[in-house]
């Protein structure tokens, strides 16, 4: 009976391994997720995706129109020291509306606003702009992701 236990855990050991090893194949971070662009290869040059650099308008989602040249709402901060030092602490729109967020940090950090899931770089001392479509309602914060700061909330009220 010994050598028959010995045998079962030597047996669930092996299971053990082989499926640790299965899933370290599976989930490595080389593999990479399905569907995810390849690496690129060691020195290759890495070009930004259009509405990275702040400056630079946004994405089109496929399907929408252009943003007009002038954007129904522009709204502007001025982050220093981690703190809003100006800028309004709610923006209110209409869905529909086209708005321009405008943001200048004196230290690197990221722009993001939740909802909406868009988020830009910011260089210290530039001015961030973050242009696109209000397109469904509610409230949703903007942030600073590094400083942890809500720079302000966007309501967005219904047509």
């Known amino acids: 009976m010994l050598g028959g236990m010995n045998r079962s855990a030597l047996a669930f050991i092996a299971l053990g391994i082989a499926v640790l090893a299965g ?3 599976l989930l490595r971070p ?3 997720a399905p569907g995810a ?3 690129a290869p060691p020195g290759a040059a890495l070009t930004p995706p259009p509405g990275a ?3 630079e308008p946004g994405p089109v989602p496929p399907g929408s129109e252009p943003l007009p040249a002038v954007p129904a709402m522009t ?4 982050v220093r020291q981690g703190r809003r ?3 309004p602490a709610v923006v209110v729109l209409q869905a529909g509306d086209e ?5 200048t940090s004196d230290h690197d950090d990221e722009l993001h606003l939740h909802g909406y899931d868009l988020s830009m770089p910011l260089r210290a001392g530039q001015t961030g702009s973050l242009r696109f479509r209000a397109g469904h309602s509610g409230r949703f914060e903007l942030e600073l992701h590094h400083h942890h700061l809500e720079l ?5 009220r219904p047509q």
């Open 30 to 32: 080389e593999a990479g």
């Open 152 to 156: 302000a909330a966007l309501e967005v």
């Open 37 to 39: 662009a390849p690496a």
């Open 85 to 87: 030092e100006s800028g």
């Open 23 to 25: 899933l370290f194949l």
């Open 75 to 78: 709204a502007e901060w001025v």
């Open 53 to 55: 650099l702040p400056g």
């Open 99 to 103: 708005v321009e967020l405008r943001v």
